[in-house]
């Protein structure tokens, strides 16, 4: 029987031709993603959905959704989708992250464009029959200084664009090497630096806790008085009423938005200041571009319904079905040991060093490396995915590397990594036991037995008396209860390390007592997906 796909949001007639010729059943109902109601009485029916934003993929709807596989989003935002319990119910989500990157980063370079010349004041004035010639006095985009903040897949190409236009053009990425740099032909420097220095900034950054209002009051009052400011990534990276003030101070000269902190956005505070250039979310929109994500999602949807070939997915690695009953618990390890790299380390990666010991080193090493990189960069862009994160780890320029080895220890297997930055190298080890639970066995060269917790903290030290104490008595002032705790040392007055199992997480001033001890040499609250 053939399997069948709901598409409940507009798409291209010739992305619903791949479903048929294919030979997967199709229904074509472009309304249905706004009717919830008639769309949770139906989805029953189908094995895989197609969307765009207008659906929205539920706890609700998919608790009624018996027979669905696959939820395939034509596009790069999963907002819409609730992805936890599309997991727990075995869907498989999909999106198409790279099919609107130009049609994005050419939308940031018009929209500099526009701020520079007043075109769209100028256009309104002209067609009201003012001629008013001498009121928009532009400047040049030639040999300004671009500050891209962000310099991942489409902030490298408006780098490459700006370089064209003859622009000197600086980059902050956590994740940008030098080499990438020096490819790209851009500089890479510090935050403060880039607001410093730049003449217009532009943001290519995913929305995170540590990119909320990356351009605060504090980060507008550090720019050059003047700068131009172009937002096409997400609304909240910029605090709006900050920017208003900034505004009408005139230390922002214009700023030009296409995203905003609410959306739809019917009104804002922005709205009819004569310095600012909005549009309505226009970033992916354009002909091609949807063309692009809806076959993309199409062939990706029919790919998996057909062969069980995945691609593009954001909550399972690219595996068959024969690996992943063996695999998944390595999978699961091996996205542990790169998220708790990812979460210590706060440089740039240069390099990413996996070793695969005994019985692993024979499995499928490209889904287990997937995996590893993954939890690396998730800590820093959480779009990415298993799929995707090795190609968001080469645009940084960072070599991965692998190594298999014949068992060598005392353990059947155990998957090793290494993180080298220009300042240190920072590794662990872990395994899965017969129960099938990933745990660390070794950390900095220490030996340990720890499995993996939502909320850990873990801290390093010198081996003296007390420190345990040091860490009950602050847990409890602060009232997190500590559920359990590992420890470790290289040996009597040596390095020590201790990982707290807590039951929830930490306020970052909890961190920051610790630290003010002056007894540990690193102290960082971790969180996994458990």
Partial sequence: ?????????????????????????????????????????????????????????????????????????????????????????????????????????????????????????????????????????????????????????????????????????????????????????????????????????????????????????????????????????????????????????????????????????????????????????????????????????????????????????????SVTAEEAAVMGPWIKLAGHLGAFIGQMTDEPIKAINILYDGVVADMNLQALNCAVIAGVMKQQNPDVNLVSAPIVAKERGIQVSTTRQDKSGVFDAYIKVTMVTDKRERSVAGTCFSDGKPRFIQIKGINIDAEIGEHMLYTTNEDVPGIIGLLGMTMGKNNVNIANFTLGRSGVGQDAIAILYLDQAIDPKVVDTLESTGLFQQVKALSFEV
């Fill in 1 to 317: 029987m053939a399997p069948r796909v709901l598409v409940s949001d507009e798409l291209s007639e010739t992305a619903v031709q791949i479903f048929r010729d294919r030979g997967v059943e199709v229904d074509y109902m472009p309304k249905l993603g706004k009717d919830k109601e008639e769309l949770a009485r139906i989805i029953g029916q189908y094995d895989g959905l197609a969307i765009r934003s207008a659906t929205k993929v539920t706890e609700k709807l998919l608790e009624n959704a018996t027979k669905l596989k696959v939820v395939g989003r034509a596009g790069i935002g999963v907002d819409n989708v609730d992805i936890p319990n599309a997991s727990k119910k075995g869907v498989i989500v999909m999106n198409t992250p790279f099919g609107n990157s130009i049609t994005t980063a050419e939308h940031a370079i018009a929209m500099m464009f526009s701020v520079a010349r007043q075109i769209p004041e100028a256009n309104a004035s002209t067609q009201a029959g003012k001629w008013e010639k001498s009121r928009f006095m532009g400047v040049e985009l030639f040999n300004k200084t671009l500050g891209v903040i962000g310099a991942g897949n489409i902030g490298g190409i408006v780098c490459d664009r700006a370089v064209g236009l003859k622009m000197k053009v600086v980059a902050y990425d956590p994740f940008l090497s030098e080499e990438r740099a020096k490819h790209l032909g851009v500089t890479k420097v510090e935050l403060d630096e880039l607001l410093a220095r730049a003449d217009f900034i532009t943001l290519h950054v995913p929305l995170t806790d540590k990119t909320r209002n990356i351009l605060s009051a504090e980060s507008l009052a550090k720019t050059k008085r003047g700068v131009r400011i172009i937002n096409c990534a997400r609304g909240g990276l910029i605090d709006e009423a900050a920017l208003l003030d900034a505004l009408n101070s005139g230390q922002v000269a214009a700023a030009a938005l296409d995203v905003f902190e609410v959306e739809p956005a019917n009104e804002n505070p922005l709205f009819g200041h004569p310095n600012v250039v909005c549009t309505p979310h226009l970033g992916a929109s354009t002909t091609e571009a949807q063309e692009n994500v809806a076959l993309q999602v199409a062939e990706q949807m029919s790919d998996y319904l057909l062969t069980g070939a995945v691609s593009n997915a954001l909550n399972m690695p």
